[in-house]
Nanobody
Framework: QVQLVESGGGLVQPGGSLRLSCAAS????????MGWYRQTPGKERELVAQ???????GYADSMKGRFTISRDNAKNTVYLQMNSLKPEDTAVYYC???????????????WGQGTQVTVSQ
């Protein structure tokens, strides 16, 4: 009932920037926490950044000062601005929304399809 579509990944040189976008559509009653995770082969999916319904943000230590999460409530969209990218930032990035669907009781996590970010010369 809810679909998340993300975009903005690609190949960038060290020190460069990218902006990821993730838009939700469907039978959305309410959106709670939104965020970005990343994953590489053999590693657990790790939190990159999150933003609550009241706009409070949080970041993993390695991203502080380089990444910025924001949201556009009117568009049901979350963004991740990534600056000063490093090779170790290379990963598949996934967005997620905690959503209450119309006519349902439960809050449910929804995930984007993932977008590849590669930081390399």
């Amino acid at each position: 009932q809810v679909q998340l579509v993300e975009s903005g990944g690609g190949l960038v040189q060290p020190g460069g920037s990218l902006r990821l976008s993730c838009a939700a559509s469907g039978s959305i009653d309410s959106i709670g926490k939104m965020g970005w995770y990343r994953q590489t082969p053999g590693k657990e999916r790790e939190l990159v950044a999150q933003i609550t319904s009241d706009g409070t943000t949080g970041y993993a230590d390695s991203m502080k000062g380089r990444f910025t999460i924001s949201r556009d409530n009117a568009k049901n969209t979350v963004y991740l601005q990534m600056n000063s990218l490093k090779p170790e930032d290379t990963a598949v990035y996934y967005c997620y929304f905690k959503v209450k669907v119309i006519s349902r009781w439960l809050w449910t996590d929804y995930w984007g399809q993932g977008t590849q970010v590669t930081v390399s010369q």
